[in-house]
């Protein structure tokens, strides 16, 4: 189970259960490009803190010795034919020329 | 009919060959599998008015064989719910009790099969996606072994774990939809053709299979995946057992406790698949974009949060965490043993026996809204369906009886590419 032998540690990767706070959410959302509003961000602390304890009784999985059975598939590197220039671009929310349009880079 | 459990998200037809093995047959498809022409959301706002230029091999495949599509079908946002509420497109309703959720994220596969507006449906099964529906709404849900059918053309959620996978009302017409559907894909790379694995039978006619002849085929009971479960499904899946014991089955105990770990693996694995999968929705492609007048990391992140729901903005956040500096070995690692551990107790467990036999789902269906707010509790839900994922696994889940009219599925597990073996397990369940 768990270690629960220092209980002022708070970093989960210390084997103790994840203390999570709005500031932990905020830093993840900023990480994974997701912008979130103040509600979400209190729900998210007090579900991921639930969700997290519940991941903690991985720590009693035995370390296995996985043999992965896994091979490249590979095709051979030949032209074929794929999406027109006005298919890959019908679904773009703006286009120039022929290319997409993102927004400006800062 | 259909329309009053909200099981479509968009009624448009592709017509099927004159002719071929699902000649007349309406083919219902989840709205994560892409039509040509025909938008494909995955209940999502993001892909609200995404139209994709081409068609998924399944797609392509069923119409060859004289199947019309009539829709596509409500769904969890990007498949990830386990009640087909979190759809951007409003819940869908379950045709056994209209007050209760059909189950997810097919939801509203199942339950256009179930309404009878469809013959065969397509699902996409992640973590049980295609099962759950399938036991919730009374009907047959078919989980394949990872590799047989093609992910060309699904959205994808988590690609080690998902497979497309056929429902419809009774196992024959499940297995020749799968017959269909299955097969190596150029366009896949995972795909494999079953007749060149070894030890795995070859023969891909699987509505033959559908034989109900289970005279000495041996069923293993694992008590894992009774435990827990509710007493009143507990016993309707027992006496199904029972039933083919009567036909000829022998049943024996076995364990498999590498399952009591399935769900956190499978959540930890799936998320973090997940979180890399969904950043390729960027408002820039394809997609919803917000007005931003921000910077590109702004917008994306603007157009992420309007686009995404909760369930996917929590899915994806999490995975984020689980797979940051600090955190990889202490969830990704330990989910990727437990998954090695799961595919390693099915394996001995195959030595001795079959099929697993098991409750689909160890609750009857929630009613509408019980379980939104408490995704801890969902996930829950999910133990008997993840560990087949994990383990690449196909499985049957077949409705064994009801309690009080909601229906209730038993789950038969078979050994990799023994979709055969399942099948027919199945169709003896429903002759009883």
Same mark, same amino acid.
Request: aromatic content about 6%; charged content about 25%; hydrophobic content about 40%.
């Given at each position: 189970?768990?270690?629960?032998?220092?209980?002022?540690? %708070?970093?989960?990767?210390?084997?103790?259960?994840?203390?999570?706070?709005?500031?932990?959410?905020?830093?993840?959302?900023?990480?994974?490009?997701?912008?979130?509003?103040?509600?979400?961000?209190?729900?998210?602390?007090?579900?991921?803190?639930?969700?997290?304890?519940?991941?903690?009784?991985? %720590?009693?999985?035995?370390?296995?010795?996985?043999?992965?059975?896994?091979?490249?598939?590979?095709?051979?590197?030949?032209?074929?034919?794929?999406?027109?220039?006005?298919?890959?671009?019908?679904?773009?929310?703006?286009?120039?020329?022929?290319?997409?349009?993102?927004?400006?880079?800062? | 009919?259909?329309?009053?459990?909200?099981?479509?998200?968009?009624?448009?037809?592709?017509?099927?060959?004159?002719?071929?093995?699902?000649? %007349?047959?309406?083919?219902?498809?989840?709205?994560?599998?892409?039509?040509?022409?025909?938008?494909?959301?995955?209940?999502?706002?993001?892909?609200?008015?995404?139209?994709?230029?081409?068609?998924?091999?399944?797609?392509?495949?069923?119409?060859?064989?004289?199947?019309?599509?009539?829709?596509?079908?409500?769904?969890?946002?990007?498949?990830?719910?386990?009640?087909?509420?979190?759809?951007?497109?409003?819940?869908?309703?379950?045709?056994?009790?209209?007050?209760?959720?059909?189950?997810?994220?097919?939801?509203?596969?199942?339950?256009?099969?179930?309404?009878?507006?469809?013959?065969?449906?397509?699902?996409?099964?992640?973590?049980?996606?295609?099962?759950?529906?399938?036991?919730?709404?009374?009907?047959?849900?078919?989980?394949?072994?990872?590799?047989?059918?093609?992910?060309?053309?699904?959205?994808?959620?988590?690609?080690?774990?998902?497979?497309?996978?056929?429902?419809?009302?009774?196992?024959?017409?499940?297995?020749?939809?799968?017959?269909?559907?299955?097969?190596?894909?150029?366009?896949?790379?995972?795909?494999?053709?079953?007749?060149?694995?070894?030890?795995?039978?070859?023969?891909?006619?699987?509505?033959?299979?559908?034989?109900?002849?289970?005279?000495?085929?041996?069923?293993?009971?694992?008590?894992?995946?009774?435990?827990?479960?509710?007493?009143?499904?507990?016993?309707?899946?027992?006496?199904?057992?029972?039933?083919?014991?009567?036909?000829?089955?022998?049943?024996?105990?076995?364990?498999?406790?590498?399952?009591?770990?399935?769900?956190?693996?499978?959540?930890?694995?799936?998320?973090?698949?997940?979180?890399?999968?969904?950043?390729?929705?960027?408002?820039?492609?394809?997609?919803?974009?917000?007005?931003?007048?921000?910077?590109?990391?702004?917008?994306?992140?603007?157009?992420?949060?309007?686009?995404?729901?909760?369930?996917?903005?929590?899915?994806?956040?999490?995975?984020?965490?689980?797979?940051?500096?600090?955190?990889?070995?202490?969830?990704?690692?330990?989910?990727?043993?437990?998954?090695?551990?799961?595919?390693?107790?099915?394996?001995?467990?195959? $030595?001795?026996?079959?099929?697993?036999?098991?409750?689909?789902?160890?609750?009857?269906?929630?009613?509408?809204?019980?379980?939104?707010?408490?995704?801890?509790?969902?996930?829950?839900? %999910?133990?008997?369906?993840?560990?087949?994922?994990?383990?690449?696994?196909?499985?049957?889940?077949?409705?064994?009886?009801?309690?009080?009219?909601?229906?209730?599925?038993?789950?038969?597990?078979?050994?990799?590419?023994?979709?055969?073996?399942?099948?027919?397990? $199945?169709?003896?369940?429903?002759?009883?």
């Amino acid at each position: 189970m768990t270690d629960t032998s220092d209980p002022d540690a %708070d970093d989960a990767a210390t084997g103790d259960a994840p203390a999570v706070d709005a500031a932990e959410v905020d830093h993840v959302a900023e990480l994974a490009r997701v912008r979130l509003d103040d509600a979400e961000r209190e729900a998210f602390a007090d579900q991921f803190a639930e969700i997290l304890e519940y991941f903690e009784a991985l %720590d009693e999985v035995p370390a296995l010795d996985r043999e992965e059975e896994l091979v490249n598939v590979m095709r051979a590197d030949e032209v074929e034919e794929g999406l027109t220039q006005a298919e890959a671009l019908a679904n773009a929310a703006e286009t120039e020329d022929g290319f997409f349009m993102g927004p400006k880079v800062s | 009919m259909a329309v009053e459990y909200n099981a479509f998200i968009t009624e448009e037809t592709i017509e099927g060959d004159a002719d071929g093995p699902l000649a %007349d047959a309406r083919v219902a498809v989840k709205d994560n599998i892409s039509t040509a022409g025909i938008r494909t959301t995955c209940g999502s706002e993001m892909l609200a008015d995404y139209v994709p230029p081409y068609s998924a091999t399944v797609v392509d495949r069923l119409t060859e064989a004289g199947a019309t599509v009539v829709g596509k079908t409500n769904m969890d946002e990007f498949g990830m719910g386990t009640t087909t509420e979190t759809s951007a497109f409003g819940p869908t309703r379950n045709p056994a009790d209209p007050e209760r959720v059909p189950g997810g994220s097919s939801g509203g596969s199942a339950a256009a099969v179930a309404a009878g507006a469809a013959d065969v449906a397509l699902g996409s099964d992640t973590g049980g996606s295609v099962r759950c529906p399938a036991a919730f709404c009374g009907v047959v849900g078919i989980k394949p072994t990872y590799g047989l059918v093609s992910r060309y053309g699904l959205v994808a959620y988590a690609n080690s774990l998902e497979q497309i996978g056929p429902i419809a009302a009774d196992v024959e017409t499940a297995a020749k939809a799968l017959s269909v559907i299955a097969g190596p894909d150029p366009n896949d790379g995972t795909t494999r053709d079953p007749s060149a694995v070894d030890g795995a039978d070859g023969d891909t006619a699987y509505a033959a299979a559908a034989d109900g002849d289970v005279d000495g085929l041996t069923i293993g009971v694992p008590t894992e995946l009774f435990d827990g479960a509710d007493d009143r499904v507990v016993e309707t899946v027992e006496a199904a057992i029972a039933d083919l014991e009567t036909q000829g089955a022998t049943t024996t105990e076995i364990s498999l406790p590498s399952v009591e770990h399935a769900v956190q693996a499978y959540y930890v694995i799936a998320m973090s698949e997940a979180s890399s999968n969904l950043a390729r929705f960027d408002g820039v492609r394809y997609g919803h974009r917000a007005e931003s007048d921000g910077n590109w990391n702004e917008s994306f992140a603007e157009t992420r949060e309007a686009g995404f729901g909760a369930e996917v903005k929590r899915r994806i956040l999490l995975g984020t965490y689980a797979l940051s500096a600090g955190y990889h070995d202490k969830y990704y690692k330990k989910a990727q043993d437990a998954r090695a551990w799961v595919r390693q107790d099915f394996e001995e467990a195959f $030595a001795d026996v079959d099929v697993i036999a098991s409750p689909t789902m160890p609750v009857l269906p929630f009613e509408l809204g019980e379980s939104l707010d408490d995704p801890l509790r969902m996930y829950l839900a %999910d133990a008997n369906t993840t560990p087949v994922n994990l383990a690449n696994l196909p499985a049957v889940s077949v409705p064994a009886g009801d309690v009080d009219g909601l229906p209730v599925g038993l789950q038969l597990v078979g050994p990799k590419f023994g979709e055969k073996t399942v099948i027919r397990a $199945a169709s003896a369940v429903e002759e009883s």
